[in-house]
């Protein structure tokens, strides 16, 4: 079975600072990807960021960056400089083979709140 | 908007009463996908469809529960005798043919109260 594990459930931070949102997974795949999606207050869950597990080169997109670490099981992300639209509830996810290769399975979320 | 629309957007209903909720996915995605999130957890998969084919479902879909897609396009997901553990944000996500992605577009979901 796989699991999804973000043991933060809400961070709060000022704008402007940069933040890193945990993530821990279990799976047996030997092949899987890890994902994270954001969703803002609208509700509409957007993709951020894919991962396979041949793949562990940590990258930087913009303001986004990730940290994955097979040894460890983890798939951190990081925002830096975190600015107000940021505020959501950011989800790690991970998925195998099956289900065409989009069947996610969800963490519980973080919520990220960026204040002025 | 050539986004994931799903309809209707929320649904109050009382228990025992049958719902249907409807999705019209990105007009070239032939996956479609749904998935059920309750408060303060994320999204769970419950089925998943390529063209008209349901290739997947959850154990977390019970009997009460049936998804369609018959023309490969639109899909419908019926709860029939409604309890109150159903009251859930219903998401419906598509995504495009071939290799994994992951890369799933998410309507804004259709909430579920059951009183």
């Known amino acids: ?116 | 908007d050539t986004g994931v629309s799903q309809d209707p957007r929320h649904k109050i209903t009382k228990r025992g009463q049958n719902v249907t909720f409807r999705c019209d996915p990105i007009s070239e995605h032939n996956r479609l996908y749904w998935y059920r999130q309750t408060l303060g957890q994320g999204p769970e998969f419950l089925t998943y469809f390529q063209n008209e084919a349901q290739l997947e479902k959850s154990r977390l879909l019970s009997d009460r529960f049936s998804a369609e897609r018959p023309k490969g396009s639109f899909s419908t997901l019926e709860i029939q005798r409604t309890e109150q553990g159903d009251s859930a944000m219903y998401l419906c996500a598509s995504s495009l043919p071939g290799l994994v992605t992951g890369e799933l577009f998410f309507g804004e979901g259709s909430r579920l109260t059951v009183l």
């Open chain 1, 1 to 116: 079975a796989q699991k999804v594990t973000q043991a933060q459930t809400e961070i709060s931070v000022v704008e402007k600072e940069d933040v890193t949102l945990d993530c821990v997974y279990e799976t047996r795949d030997t092949t899987y990807y890890l994902f994270w999606y954001k969703q803002p207050p609208s509700g509409e869950l957007v993709f951020l960021i894919r991962r396979n597990s041949f793949d562990e080169q940590n990258e930087i997109s913009g303001r986004y960056s990730w940290n994955f670490q097979k040894s460890t099981s983890s798939f951190n992300f990081t925002i830096t400089a975190s600015q107000v639209v940021d505020s959501a509830v950011y989800f790690c996810a991970l998925s195998g083979l099956t289900g065409g290769g989009n069947k996610l399975t969800f963490g519980t979320g973080t919520q990220l709140k960026v204040e002025l």
